[in-house]
């Protein structure tokens, strides 16, 4: 619960071409303003002054993105082909993210997809907003698609709340907010999508919990932990727990996997059978052409 300094770096993972952090939740990932001096960006050069790289902007190279009220993993690349290889991940949506939140109300169905179109809100006063299509305002709406999974219901400061694993599938700005908000149950301390009435927590209750990145030949598996516990945050209260964080995390873990294997395996079908029906179709052509020029030689023969 202590506020963000640029000497209180958490490092979740660390290799020679990525460092894996665990951003606070009140600060910032970098900024070009010349007065804003709490980044994650001043944090790393602080700590890591030999590893920040003079040909960017901002000395480090972050892999993705975590609002300046979201808290968790987040990776950070160490040099431009690092870079590179964990861009086509997030590129190609093979990365696997799961967030933890306190969301307002009690969540009545368990498990469920939240399938809702995000778009920019342009109207007035909102233009730092995003907003589900349909929405007044609501412009170039994209598909967005989120995983939500009860893990416990509880209290914050008295009021009933319900512990979430959201696992987003898209990466729309604002996406796990604007997606639980959509349903009714905002997100506990979220000022922006709570139309300013939740002002209340010390911060806003969402964190990045996990982080898996499958770059080749060894993937990356980090996981931020969990806050939101009593032990940490004594305004939470659990109540009822439906189920457990790791055995609910491990097991969509093996769903994702599986899926890629699958995936991959139907990548290698297509390929295998392109080349069949390529080399299919080149005998078939040469065996057109020895026809044809058999054809051609018994002409010739019978006229001679």
Not at 41 to 55: E, S, T, Y
Not at 60 to 86: E, P, Y
Request: aromatic share 8%; hydrophobic share 35%.
């Amino acid at each position: 619960m202590e506020p963000a300094s640029v000497e209180r770096l958490r490092v979740l993972f660390q290799s020679d071409d990525y460092i894996v952090v665990d951003k606070h939740w009140d600060i910032r990932i970098d900024s070009k303003m010349w007065y804003e001096k709490n980044t994650v960006q001043a944090q790393l050069r602080h700590r890591f002054p030999h590893l920040a790289d003079p040909n960017t902007y901002y000395g480090f190279r972050f892999c993705h993105q975590l609002d300046f009220s979201t808290s968790g993993a987040l990776c950070v690349a160490l040099n431009k082909a690092a870079a590179g290889l964990a861009y086509r991940c997030f590129k190609e949506r093979t990365v696997t993210k799961a967030y933890l939140a306190l969301v307002r109300g009690l969540v009545e169905e368990e498990i469920q997809n939240l399938d809702f179109s995000i778009g920019k809100n342009t109207s007035e006063g909102k233009t730092h907003m995003m907003c589900v299509e349909g929405t007044d305002g609501c412009e170039n709406s994209k598909p967005c698609q989120t995983a939500l999974t009860v893990l416990e219901y509880g209290l914050y400061d008295g009021e009933p709340v319900t512990k979430v694993l959201l696992q987003p599938f898209t990466g729309r700005t604002h996406q796990l907010r604007v997606h639980c908000s959509a349903i009714g149950h905002p997100i506990v301390g979220d000022f922006t999508y709570s139309s300013g009435t939740d002002d209340g927590p010390f911060r806003m209750m969402l964190h990045a919990h996990l982080l898996h990145i499958p770059l080749d030949p060894k993937p990356m598996l980090v996981c931020a932990g969990d806050p939101f516990l009593p032990s940490v945050d004594p305004n939470w209260l659990p109540q009822h727990s439906l189920r457990p964080l790791k055995a609910t995390v491990d097991a969509l873990l093996y769903h994702r996997m599986d899926e890629q294997r699958q995936g991959k395996e139907r990548e290698r079908d297509r390929a295998r059978q392109k080349e069949e029906n390529r080399v299919n179709k080149s005998r078939k052509e040469e065996s057109e052409e020895q026809t044809k020029q058999c054809k051609e030689w018994l002409r010739e023969w019978i006229s001679d």
